[in-house]
């Protein structure tokens, strides 16, 4: 299942493609403040594939973002590699995204004005770069999107436009990619076929890949699990596999 | 219901304040014409009023026919005898006879005051010696005395930097010094609607400016007790024939009518571009309606889901229309008296100077207004609001419904090419076939030609924009090929982005085809029609002139091989009102080249007539036959054709030999010499010493064939300035609904801009891309409007080719900077909506709730 590579850096004890330090993100002031972040301290290693959970307002998603560039922390920090992204304005953020970061979200992952190539080449254009051809056809064959290149968004499926999404953020080799409930608007089916391929990218393309979900069966994918409760960090979980998951879960209800 | 509409507008002050600012502009032009031209009504009514106050009756020669436009009734003048007769009418207190006419004030540096080829006429006349009698009221000075001495209007000694006791020259036909004996007012004004006044003593008038002998009219004053009415009766027993009599009342009322007549033009002028503005706000109201419905359509089929009726609503969005026409028109009504004096002092800018007085705004002003402003919008609005009525329940559960973006159904195609069909036909046929109410035909064909083009709009934007864009991805890589897929994939909406725009290019593109077109034709005609090397113009316009002895002079100079002048007046020659030329025949073949198509020029005797040869066709006249034709101070005589020729700017379509115009017109004045220069002259050499001779003559200007040609073409520029000027604002008001209508397009694509700026698209990336959208949009609406315009250029200029509009010439360079400014102006008008997009909260726009 694992590639040699992989198994190597697991076993030397991986770098870190991304982390926090007592990240703190609060909304509103006085009574009406909410901390949705409350010192978060969590590292995500290269080459792994993590998935975020906890319960609704836990403040997975909040880290997610504030990780990637979308969201600013209100204290404490957080690095892509070694880059302090509390000193990166709009623009460097900008570069740092398109870059260094790929991007699957819930829903809304396409331009539906662009064919699903062109939709997978979007950031390395907007870069003005031309790209690695043979890492491209890999990427969407990997996916298995080889036969809907020329298609735009609306003439695919659910599940295909999510992998067109992962062919996206594989494109321009970013040191992490991050999905925001990548299977939240897909039936179990297409579900199933995309977390497959985000597998086969870390496993294949030693992919580093941080994932935020509430489903235990796509959280079962991950290598590792983090859960989060209150805005921090409560468990971790390796190796999980669903039904350890939802046990785990289950005692957020308590 | 009411809340909803209410709410609604309150949650999109932009938009609305944006929409509404469209209307607001064209309603604000409407009223300011509507109160511009009330107020020069008024002010010229008073004027009128005031000045005849004094007068009972006036004597004048009976209409002996209507003239050629501009150039008002013509009649005869009347024996100086009349005077005595009427002094001897019983309750006849006072008479004195009036002379006016042609003549030119020169100011203290030498410069002549007035244009009357392009503004106010330039007036010599008689000074009235009796108070209650004169128009002029003397505000310093005394009346003249010696035949040197004038009275000048106040106008003209402001302008002219002339004060009472100054010496200057007056042009009556030759250069003549004078000393300014006073200065008078015309009633409350400074001068009668910006004209230039010399007042003569009666005697010296008549001689300088009118006929020995003669009044051009007779001013009568009534003993106490009796009526005007009384008065005109006893005057009517004793005139001879060709005199008539009217009251002071009815001189005064026919004056008022003739000032009204002559701004009425005007006023239809300005209403045209009114209209243009209030249309182009339509299709903006139309457009920014329709994304409008498109974006709420969930919320509709949620009011519909509660149990809204279809009724409610349509009536809850035409309620917002109203809203918004209501506002519009109520600011637009108000903003119309800044739009008023900016008309005024437009108008001051190219000499048409009207006389200031206090604003008159009328209840029919407001009532037009207000109607034609609400009415626009709601009308504009009542497409999108049915669609918003057809918004099925089922749609408040659908995720994205917006409505269709599809690019036109078979029968909209059917319907839009019938509309453009219809227009077309009406315009052709108002052009080329001899109908009643040609203008009204024209404008309506105009009317549907654009709204058929726009209706197809849809159809053809999706191509258009195609091919408008291709370039785009080249230029600019990804955010270029972004831009141009935006551009496409709602033709519907960039179609009517692009038509509002395209109705004002349209006009411009036409005006400006029409006008090179008519230069090249002028230019054409001079080089075909004039073989000498330099022409004097006398700057008299249609009545003035210099006196023969300069062409006299300067047929005089070695540098000059010959010099002939041209005369022009009013006559009407088998029926038709017509301006006559009359030069010598000599110079007629030697100078201005008249192909003879049948006679000869030697033979324009003092009997004779030459006609164009269409005019001759036209009346069915052959070599030989006697034409009738009347002139105002000679009657009607019968005049041999003795020569028909062909096309001749110079020589017009009516000549005459300067011995039958000397025995038909009382005035001796050449409008223009034309000059050759001697054999081995230089042109430099023979310029010169023609302005060297010329400078005696002030407001004359001596012009090389070059030069010649620039001035002819000069009143067109000024039409041009002034046309493009008030076109800018219908353009303006397309540019704000093409910023318009991409601001609301960002709001629908909040989450994929989003999505862009999270994959990496920097900010000024995401305002390049709304840029070059702009400007796909801006361009496809300027090439729609320049391919109509080049048609109603075409056949505007196919329709006058008889007006002598002979060469149909497109200005490509200038349409090209057409092109290119519409470019930068949709790249201006995307700055807002670029700008807001830019600052859009990335992490807001792709996290679903």
């Known amino acids: 299942m694992s590639t040699l590579t992989t198994e190597v850096s697991r076993r030397v004890g991986p770098a870190v493609a991304a982390r926090t330090v007592e990240a703190r993100k609060v909304y509103g002031k006085g009574a009406a403040e909410v901390r949705a972040l409350d010192g978060v301290t969590v590292d995500f290693a290269a080459g792994h594939f993590t998935a975020i959970m906890g319960p609704s307002g836990s403040g997975k998603s909040t880290l997610l973002h504030c990780l990637a560039g979308l969201d600013s922390l209100t204290s404490g920090r957080a690095f892509i590699g070694d880059a302090d992204l509390s000193t990166l304005n709009d623009h460097d953020l900008t570069i740092l995204r398109r870059d260094r970061i790929g991007f699957v979200f819930q829903a809304y992952n396409l331009i539906p004005t662009l064919s699903a190539i062109e939709n997978v080449t979007l950031p390395l254009r907007l870069a003005g770069r031309k790209g690695d051809d043979d890492w491209i056809s890999s990427v969407v064959g990997t996916m298995g999107l080889s036969d809907r290149l020329q298609h735009r968004p609306a003439e695919l499926s659910g599940g295909q436009q999510q992998r067109v999404a992962v062919a996206r953020a594989l494109a321009t080799r970013p040191a992490i990619i991050f999905g925001d409930e990548p299977t939240g608007n897909l039936d179990s089916r297409a579900g199933t076929e995309v977390l497959t391929f985000m597998r086969r990218a870390v496993d294949e393309m030693g992919q580093t890949i941080v994932m935020v979900t509430h489903d235990p069966i796509a959280a079962s994918y991950a290598d590792r699990i983090v859960f989060l409760a209150d805005g921090r960090v409560v468990d971790e979980m390796a190796d999980p596999t669903a039904d350890l998951v939802l046990e785990r879960m289950k005692r957020f209800g308590e | 219901m009411l809340r909803t509409s209410w709410k609604g507008l309150l949650g999109h002050k932009f938009r609305f304040v944006a929409t509404a600012l469209a209307v607001t502009l064209g309603v604000a032009f409407m009223a300011g014409t509507l109160v511009l031209t009330d107020t020069i009504r008024s002010t010229f009514d008073n004027l009128f009023a005031d000045v005849y106050q004094g007068t009972d009756a006036v004597i004048r020669g009976k209409a002996s026919f209507e003239g050629p436009p501009g150039a008002g009734v013509q009649r005869g003048r009347i024996d100086a005898a009349v005077v005595d007769t009427v002094r001897r009418v019983d309750g006849v207190a006072a008479a004195e006879g009036d002379v006016s006419g042609y003549a030119r004030l020169v100011g203290k540096d030498g410069q002549a005051l007035g244009n ?311 315009l052709l046929i108002g052009l080329f076939r001899d109908v009643e109410q040609p203008v009204v035909i024209v404008g309506a064909g105009a009317l549907l030609v654009f709204f058929g083009v726009s209706i197809l709009g849809r159809t053809i934007s999706l191509p258009l924009s195609r091919v408008l864009g291709a370039p785009l991805p080249r230029l600019r890589g990804v955010t270029g090929a972004l831009a141009r897929e935006n551009a496409m994939r709602n033709p519907k909406r960039t179609a009517a982005s692009a038509s509002a725009l395209m109705i004002g290019v349209g006009v411009v593109g036409l005006i400006t085809i029409f006008v090179s077109s008519t230069k090249a034709s002028m230019d054409a005609a001079v080089d075909r029609a004039f073989t000498g090397d330099i022409v004097v113009d006398s700057g008299g316009g249609m009545f003035g002139g210099v006196d023969p002895g300069l062409a006299a002079r300067l047929r005089a100079l070695p540098e000059v091989d010959t010099a002939a002048g041209l005369r022009q007046g009013v006559a009407q020659v088998a029926g038709s009102a017509v301006m006559v030329q009359a030069t010598d025949p000599r110079a007629a073949v030697e100078l201005m080249k008249v192909g003879p198509v049948a006679g000869s020029p030697a033979d324009l005797g003092r009997d004779a007539i030459g006609l164009h040869e269409d005019v001759a066709a036209r009346k069915g006249l052959r070599l030989g036959d006697p034409v009738p034709v009347a002139f105002k101070d000679s009657g009607t005589r019968s005049l041999r054709l003795a020569l028909i020729y062909g096309e001749n700017r110079q020589a017009g379509n009516y000549l005459l030999g300067t011995e039958a115009y000397e025995a038909n017109f009382a005035t001796r004045m050449d409008s223009k010499v034309l000059v050759k220069r001697a054999a081995g002259t230089s042109p430099e050499a023979a310029l010169a010493a023609v302005k060297q001779v010329g400078q005696a003559y002030p407001g004359a200007k001596v012009l090389d064939r070059a030069q010649f040609k620039a001035e002819q073409t000069k009143p067109l520029n000024q039409l041009l300035a002034l046309v493009y000027a008030l076109l800018g604002l219908a353009i303006l008001i397309a540019l704000l609904g093409i910023a318009n209508t991409l601001a609301l397009s960002i709001v629908e694509r909040t989450r994929e801009l989003g999505l862009l700026r999270a994959v990496g698209m920097t900010r000024s990336q995401l305002r390049s891309t709304i840029r070059w959208e702009s400007v796909v949009i801006a361009v496809q609406g300027t090439v729609l409007g320049l391919l109509i315009g080049l048609f109603f250029g075409w056949a505007l200029v196919t329709a006058l080719a008889d007006e002598g509009i002979t060469v149909f010439r497109v200005p490509y360079a200038s349409l090209a900077v057409v092109v290119v400014l519409a470019a930068l102006a949709g790249m201006v008008a995307a700055v807002p909506p670029s700008r807001r997009a830019a600052k859009l909260d990335v992490l807001r726009a792709v996290v679903t709730e």
């Open chain 2, 116 to 426: 009357p080829a392009t503004g106010a006429p330039t007036i010599g006349m008689s000074w009235t010696e009796n108070r209650a009698l004169n128009t002029f009221t003397l505000v310093s000075g005394t009346a003249p005395g010696r035949d040197d001495e004038v009275v000048i209007d106040r106008k003209s000694a402001r302008d002219g930097d002339l004060e009472v006791g100054d010496t200057t020259t007056v042009v009556v036909g030759r250069p003549m010094r004078v000393r300014i004996a006073g200065i008078a007012r015309f009633g409350k004004a400074d001068s009668p609607g910006g004209a230039t006044i010399v007042a003569f003593p009666r005697q010296a008038a008549q001689r300088l400016i009118g006929e020995p002998g003669k009044y051009d009219s007779v001013s009568v004053l009534a003993a106490g007790g009796v009526s005007e009415t009384e008065l005109v009766r006893r005057l009517s027993a004793v005139l001879p024939p060709g005199t008539e009599a009217l009251t002071g009342a009815a001189i005064t009322a026919e004056t008022q009518s003739e000032m009204a007549k002559a701004f009425r033009f005007f006023n239809t002028f300005m209403l045209i571009f009114a209209v243009i503005a209030l249309l182009v706000g339509g299709f903006m109201i139309f457009n920014t309606f329709s994304i409008t419905v498109a974006q709420r359509t969930r919320e509709n089929g949620l009011l519909r889901a509660l149990g809204a009726s279809r009724r409610q609503v349509l009536g809850s969005v035409l309620l917002e229309a109203l809203a918004v026409g209501v506002l519009a028109a109520l600011l637009g009504i108000a903003a119309g008296f800044a739009v008023a004096l900016g008309l005024k002092g437009l108008l001051a800018g190219v000499g048409l100077d009207i006389p200031t007085g206090s604003v008159v705004f009328t209840s029919t002003t407001a009532i037009i207004s207000f109607t034609v402003g609400v009415g626009i919008t709601v009308l504009a609005a009542l497409s999108p609001a049915r669609k918003a009525a057809k918004v099925p329940p089922v749609a408040a559960m659908q995720e994205g419904a917006t409505g269709s973006t599809g690019y036109g159904s078979r029968q909209r195609m059917v319907v839009g090419a019938a509309v453009l069909g219809l227009g077309l036909a009406a």
